[in-house]
């Protein structure tokens, strides 16, 4: 059996990091590893090592700087940034709401890549708490310091940001309520330069006060081709509605992950503080889920795979390391009945000691860091895309997904990863693959490479902005043209 945790099932791992420290991941590298040093019971020699890796990547950069420089002189001037053509734009960012899941968290990031080229972004935010929320003052705050301007969603400043824009981005399917709501009688004049980017598979989005103005938009961008087929035929079928021309764009990983994700030392000092948390040794097998806690992403499932698995190795009287299971995405504040429920099958089955629940975070690198295997078990049609897929490949490691949604166009099955029905039928294929990785050291390292160049080949940033890039052209073109006609 694995070191007994002291991060209980019912409680977060003993060393917390603050959100305003997690944000600072993205900000730069080198702001990524001093994450390691909120840990509480950090060593000495441990904060040696990020120092002296803090002040070699400083180096190499300063090197760099000087090779770039040289290079210039030359008259090479660097790659041109595909959305230089939005330069002095306005762009208005509707988002439905602004929590850690992927829909906003995607947006600001396009915000952010929107701002280093030149154009003037605005954010508005439909749905909003009552009460104070501090992940939302965090994220405002943190886009605020990136030059976007943050309106409120039912101002008069919103409608005349909204009128003068050259570009609507409407984030998800229910920000189409703030259409109506907001604009009233002036959605006639925005609807032909507004871009629907849609993430959502779950049917009770299909709702025709959520969708009535798709038909009717410039364009519509989704994730992945079966995200797309999908909302082609529910809206025809079941709203009796056209959607409008509609571009498939996958998403890349950050160049800030991938610079994590590629360094070896800061890989290594992540896994053992992270491991360290959760009483979890280096020698055992770790295989994380790393989503928000529901239904939907199938975290029950994935808990009875483990255990399966676990009775699989008992049984047969294997000789492999503990293995472990993360469960990244809980919310210690809410305990909603499904983590309960979650909770009380860690319980009943005994397998306390195997078994870490870690509160939902921004910063999914250090996981990803400390863990072996990546288990994306989205239920039902599965995952749009799976953002922490093509992330997980990137620090090489592999997956076992579900075969449904977006991740059927990431993950190649025996390849980069094995694939498992959804559903109880998916339950016990999910703890042979468990049982197959586990038992195979050369299998998980052969799958991580295959599947880090995959990422290499087409899910980066510079990827995914050259995608965006052609449909914002598209879009603008369609608007300009509508505008003087």
Same mark, same amino acid.
């Given at each position: 059996?694995?070191?007994? &945790?002291?991060?209980?099932?019912?409680?977060?791992?003993?060393?917390?990091?603050?959100?305003?420290?997690?944000?600072?991941?993205?900000?730069?590298?080198?702001?990524?590893?001093?994450?390691?040093?909120?840990?509480?019971?950090?060593?000495?020699? &441990?904060?040696?090592?990020?120092?002296?890796?803090?002040?070699? +990547?400083?180096?190499?950069?300063?090197?760099?700087?000087?090779?770039?420089?040289?290079?210039? +002189? =030359?008259?090479?001037?660097?790659?041109?940034?595909?959305?230089?053509?939005?330069?002095?734009?306005?762009?208005?960012?509707?988002? @439905?709401?602004?929590?850690?899941?992927?829909?906003?968290?995607?947006?600001?990031? %396009?915000?952010?890549?929107?701002?280093?080229?030149?154009?003037? $972004?605005?954010?508005?935010?439909?749905?909003?708490?009552?009460?104070?929320?501090?992940?939302?003052?965090?994220?405002? @705050?943190?886009?605020?310091?990136?030059?976007?301007?943050?309106?409120?969603?039912?101002?008069?400043?919103?409608?005349?940001?909204?009128?003068?824009?050259?570009?609507?981005?409407? =984030?998800?399917?229910?920000?189409?309520?703030?259409?109506? /709501?907001?604009?009233?009688?002036?959605?006639?004049?925005?609807?032909?330069? $507004?871009?629907?980017?849609?993430?959502?598979?779950?049917?009770?989005?299909?709702?025709?006060?959520?969708?009535?103005?798709?038909?009717?938009?410039?364009?519509?961008?989704?994730?992945?081709?079966?995200? /797309?087929?999908?909302?082609?035929?529910?809206?025809?079928?079941?709203?009796?509605?056209?959607?409008?021309?509609?571009?498939?764009?996958?998403?890349?990983?950050?160049?800030?992950?991938?610079?994590? /994700?590629?360094?070896?030392?800061?890989?290594?000092?992540?896994?053992?503080?992270?491991?360290?948390?959760? *009483?979890?040794?280096?020698?055992?097998?770790?295989?994380?889920?790393?989503?928000?806690?529901?239904?939907?992403?199938?975290?029950?499932?994935?808990?009875?795979?483990?255990?399966?698995?676990?009775?699989?190795?008992?049984?047969?009287?294997?000789?492999?390391?503990?293995?472990?299971?993360?469960?990244?995405?809980?919310?210690?504040?809410?305990?909603?009945?499904?983590?309960?429920?979650?909770?009380?099958?860690?319980?009943?089955?005994?397998?306390?000691? +195997?078994?870490?629940?870690?509160?939902?975070?921004?910063?999914?690198?250090?996981?990803?860091?400390?863990?072996?295997? %990546?288990?994306?078990?989205?239920?039902?049609?599965?995952?749009?895309?799976?953002?922490?897929?093509?992330?997980?490949?990137?620090?090489?490691?592999?997956?076992?997904?579900?075969?449904? *949604?977006?991740?059927?166009?990431?993950?190649?099955?025996?390849?980069?990863?094995?694939?498992?029905?959804?559903?109880?039928?998916?339950?016990?294929?999910?703890?042979?693959?468990?049982?197959?990785?586990?038992?195979? /050291?050369?299998?998980?390292?052969?799958?991580?490479?295959?599947?880090?160049?995959?990422?290499?080949?087409?899910?980066?940033?510079?990827?995914?902005?050259?995608?965006?890039?052609?449909?914002?052209?598209?879009?603008?073109?369609?608007?300009?043209?509508?505008?003087?006609?």
């Amino acid at each position: 059996m694995g070191k007994q &945790s002291s991060a209980s099932v019912t409680t977060q791992p003993r060393k917390t990091w603050p959100l305003t420290i997690l944000l600072l991941l993205t900000l730069s590298t080198a702001m990524a590893f001093l994450i390691i040093s909120t840990f509480d019971s950090c060593t000495t020699s &441990s904060r040696n090592n990020v120092g002296h890796y803090i002040q070699e +990547r400083q180096k190499e950069k300063e090197e760099q700087w000087s090779i770039d420089n040289q290079v210039n +002189r =030359n008259d090479q001037a660097p790659s041109p940034n595909p959305l230089d053509f939005m330069k002095s734009k306005l762009v208005l960012l509707v988002s @439905h709401e602004l929590t850690l899941s992927g829909g906003p968290l995607l947006l600001m990031e %396009l915000a952010f890549l929107l701002r280093e080229v030149g154009v003037q $972004v605005v954010w508005v935010t439909n749905q909003k708490p009552n009460q104070p929320d501090d992940v939302m003052y965090s994220l405002e @705050h943190k886009m605020l310091d990136r030059g976007v301007q943050v309106f409120s969603a039912k101002g008069q400043e919103a409608v005349n940001t909204a009128l003068k824009a050259d570009l609507v981005i409407l =984030n998800t399917a229910v920000a189409g309520k703030w259409l109506d /709501a907001v604009l009233k009688d002036d959605v006639a004049y925005v609807l032909p330069k $507004v871009l629907w980017w849609i993430h959502e598979m779950r049917g009770h989005y299909f709702k025709l006060e959520y969708v009535e103005h798709l038909p009717f938009v410039a364009g519509a961008m989704i994730d992945s081709h079966t995200t /797309a087929y999908y909302w082609k035929n529910r809206t025809h079928d079941r709203l009796g509605i056209k959607m409008p021309e509609t571009y498939v764009v996958h998403l890349g990983n950050s160049e800030e992950l991938m610079e994590v /994700a590629e360094n070896r030392v800061a890989k290594r000092v992540l896994r053992e503080h992270v491991r360290e948390s959760l *009483g979890v040794r280096n020698e055992d097998l770790v295989f994380a889920l790393i989503n928000s806690v529901s239904r939907g992403k199938g975290q029950d499932l994935f808990l009875r795979s483990f255990h399966e698995s676990l009775q699989m190795i008992q049984e047969r009287k294997l000789q492999l390391p503990s293995i472990h299971a993360v469960i990244v995405g809980s919310d210690m504040s809410a305990q909603t009945k499904f983590e309960t429920e979650l909770r009380n099958f860690v319980s009943e089955k005994n397998i306390q000691d +195997r078994v870490h629940f870690v509160n939902k975070t921004l910063t999914v690198a250090p996981y990803l860091a400390s863990i072996d295997v %990546l288990v994306q078990n989205s239920q039902a049609r599965g995952e749009c895309f799976g953002r922490i897929t093509i992330e997980a490949m990137a620090f090489q490691l592999p997956v076992l997904g579900t075969a449904a *949604g977006g991740t059927m166009e990431i993950v190649v099955n025996g390849t980069t990863g094995l694939l498992h029905p959804v559903g109880k039928e998916g339950v016990t294929p999910l703890a042979k693959n468990i049982l197959q990785l586990a038992a195979n /050291a050369e299998k998980r390292l052969t799958m991580g490479k295959k599947g880090y160049e995959r990422v290499k080949e087409r899910f980066l940033e510079h990827h995914m902005s050259e995608r965006i890039a052609l449909v914002l052209k598209e879009v603008l073109q369609k608007a300009k043209r509508h505008s003087h006609s």
